[in-house]
C-alpha cells in the first residue's frame, strides 16, 4: 500500500494541493496530511508547527514571532507558529515558492502561490481518487491551548461523509502520540489507527525505539497498525514481530539519502556508484522483500516502479 509523504512531495512542495494532485497522478493508494491548527481553530495541513520553512509568513508578518514549544521539549524555539494565525491569515501565505527556490531542477511556476489547504480542502480535492492518511502533530501541545484535535478532526471526517460505513475504509489516522490514538478511540472509535514509532509520549521514547514483542502487543491493543522509522527495521523478524500481534506495519519514510529540505536530481551517482532512482527503488524492494504491508514514500511513481519489477 503505498501512502504518498506529504503528498509527491520529492516532485511538488509538500502539503499543497498540487502536490496531493500529483501523488494522485503517480497512483498513490494513500495521500497523507500531518495535521496543525489555526488560533480560530481550524485544522490546515502542515508538516511543521512552526510555519516559516515552507511559506513566506516571516515575510508577510515580520512582528508576529513568538516563542513556543511544541514538542515539549523544555528549549522552545522562536517563530511564526500556525496557533498564533488565523487561517484568513494563513490563506495569504505563499506555501510553493520555497520549493522552487530548493529544487531548481523541480521547479514550476504552477508552485509560486500555492495556499496552506485545510483539511477540508484536501478532502475535497482528493475525493474518492486516494485514501487519506492523517497524522495529528502536537497534539498534546494545542490541547494546553484549548483546542483538542482529536474531536476536530472527527468532525471534519463526519461532514466529509467518511464516518459512512462504505468509505471507513479510507481513513487511516497515525500519530506519534499514544495519549492522542486513545483520544481518538473515545471521540470515533471507526477509523483505523496507527501507532507512529518511537512514541513521542513523554517517557516512551527510548523504549519505543526498538521492536519488541512487548511493544507489539501494546500497540495492538489499541492500533490496527504500526508505523515504524525505518532505522527500527532490523530485517523480516522485526515486521514478523508486529504481524505477529495482528499489527500492519507501514514503515516511513523511503526517499534514499535526501530529505524534505535536501533533494537531489534522481539521475545523479550515489557513494555507491548507482543513482538516486536505482538507490530508493532498491530500498524500497528490500523493505518488500521483508513483508511490509505498506509505506511512506516521498516518490510515489518510484514505488510503483518497485511493484513492477518485484511481479515480473
Ligand atoms: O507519518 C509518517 C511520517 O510522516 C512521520 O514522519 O516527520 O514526516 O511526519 P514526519
Ligand atoms: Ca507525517
Not at 487519506?132 to 472527527?154: N, P, T, W
Not at 471534519?156 to 475504509?169: F, I
Amino acid at each position: 500500500m503505498l501512502v504518498a509523504h506529504r503528498g509527491a512531495s520529492a516532485y511538488a512542495p509538500e502539503h499543497t494541493l498540487a502536490s496531493y494532485q500529483l501523488a494522485i497522478e503517480q497512483e498513490a493508494d494513500f495521500v497523507e496530511q500531518d495535521l496543525q491548527m489555526t488560533k480560530d481553530g481550524h485544522l490546515i495541513c502542515a508538516h511543521d508547527a512552526e510555519l516559516s520553512r515552507t511559506t513566506d509568513v516571516a515575510e508577510l508578518f515580520p512582528d508576529r514571532a513568538t516563542s513556543r514549544d511544541p514538542e515539549g521539549s523544555g528549549a522552545p524555539k522562536r517563530g511564526w507558529f500556525a496557533i498564533d494565525f488565523t487561517l484568513e491569515e494563513i490563506k495569504r501565505l505563499d506555501a510553493g515558492s520555497w520549493f522552487n527556490r530548493a529544487n531548481s531542477f523541480a521547479a514550476r511556476d504552477s508552485y509560486k502561490g500555492q495556499r496552506v489547504p485545510t483539511l477540508e480542502e484536501a478532502m475535497k480535492a482528493i475525493g474518492d481518487r486516494a485514501g487519506l492518511y492523517i497524522e495529528m502533530k502536537h497534539y498534546e501541545f494545542y490541547k494546553s491551548r484549548g483546542k483538542d484535535m482529536a474531536v476536530a478532526l472527527a468532525a471534519a471526517l463526519k461532514a466529509a461523509g467518511y464516518d459512512k460505513s462504505d468509505r471507513r475504509e479510507k481513513v487511516f489516522i497515525q500519530s506519534f502520540s499514544r495519549a492522542s490514538l486513545l483520544r481518538m478511540r473515545e471521540v470515533a472509535p471507526t477509523y483505523a489507527r496507527v501507532q507512529l514509532l518511537p512514541m513521542d509520549d513523554a517517557g516512551r521514547r527510548e523504549a519505543t525505539s526498538r521492536v519488541t514483542i512487548a511493544l507489539a502487543r501494546e500497540v495492538a491493543g489499541y492500533a490496527r497498525g504500526a508505523g515504524p522509522s525505518k532505522q527500527m527495521i532490523a530485517g523480516p523478524e522485526s515486521i514478523e514481530t508486529f504481524h505477529a500481534a495482528g499489527l500492519l506495519v507501514h514503515p516511513y519514510t523511503f526517499r534514499g539519502s535526501t530529505t524534505a529540505v535536501s533533494r537531489r536530481p534522481l539521475d545523479e551517482r550515489q557513494s555507491n556508484g548507482s543513482t538516486l532512482r536505482q538507490n530508493i527503488i532498491s530500498e524500497i524492494e528490500r523493505f518488500i522483500d521483508y513483508g511490509i504491508d505498506g509505506g511512506f514514500t516521498d516518490y510515489p511513481d518510484l514505488w510503483r516502479e518497485a511493484i513492477k519489477r518485484k511481479a515480473n
